[in-house]
T-cell receptor, first 116, second 111 residues
């Protein structure tokens, strides 16, 4: 199983709503990532979890809150988002984080988020 | 800093060969990956080079020259389904497993 599964595929939320994005992988990967991608742009790294601990927060606003309940699951909790946060949110996993050799990342299909 | 440059778009015809170049800044450079992303889809890993030379995987090959701080993705026998965005991504010693993506090259394959 080389899949990273994300739910939901599409999400429309108001600026006062609270929602969560979910991601799951069963490849035994120890690193999991959240990326944000705008149209015609590359993915931008938001957060990195390594061995279920937050390793990197790329100065992401606190209205985005990641959570890693176990080695297979990664959540992104959303609260009080702005319309400019509308984007494709991608989850990815890789074998490890510390070693620059372990860079083959497996991406999920993403959640297309629209904030109204 | 660490950044990667690639052309924004390339057009080619079915059956042709196309080369997408990527140049990078050398500070701490470790290796170069390539990802393909179709419209509305997820980025998919294509190849990785840490050593100089050519890596071949079917119709796709990737090349790296560390002395020239340059790599390329070569797509042969182009098919319509190859129309997609292609991203080069660098990994760097001081960045752990973090990928630094280029801006992406949109490849259009015409009949």
């Amino acid at each position: 199983d080389t899949e990273v599964t994300q739910t939901p595929k599409h999400l429309v939320m108001g600026m006062t709503n609270k929602k969560s994005l979910k991601c799951e992988q069963h490849m035994g990967h120890r690193a999991m990532y959240w990326y944000k991608q705008k149209a015609k742009k590359p993915p931008e790294l938001m957060f990195v979890y390594s061995y279920e601990k937050l390793s990197i927060n790329e100065s992401v606003p606190s209205r985005f809150s990641p959570e890693c309940p176990n080695s297979s699951l990664l959540n992104l909790h959303l609260h009080a988002l702005q319309p400019e946060d509308s984007a494709l949110y991608l989850c990815a996993s890789s074998q490890g984080w510390e070693n620059p050799m372990n860079t083959e990342a497996f991406f999920g299909q993403g959640t297309r988020l629209t904030v109204v | 800093g660490q950044s990667l440059e690639q052309p924004s778009e390339v057009t080619a015809v079915e059956g042709a060969i196309v080369q997408i170049n990527c140049t990078y800044q050398t500070s701490g450079f470790y290796g170069l990956s390539w990802y393909q992303q179709h419209d509305g889809g997820a980025p998919t890993f294509l190849s990785y080079n840490a050593l100089d030379g050519l890596e071949e995987t079917g119709r796709f090959s990737s090349f790296l020259s560390r002395s020239d701080s340059y790599g390329y993705l070569l797509l042969q026998e182009l098919q319509m389904k190859d129309s997609a965005s292609y991203f080069c991504a660098g990994s760097f010693y001081n960045q752990g497993g973090k990928l630094i993506f280029g801006q992406g090259t949109e490849l259009s394959v015409k009949p």
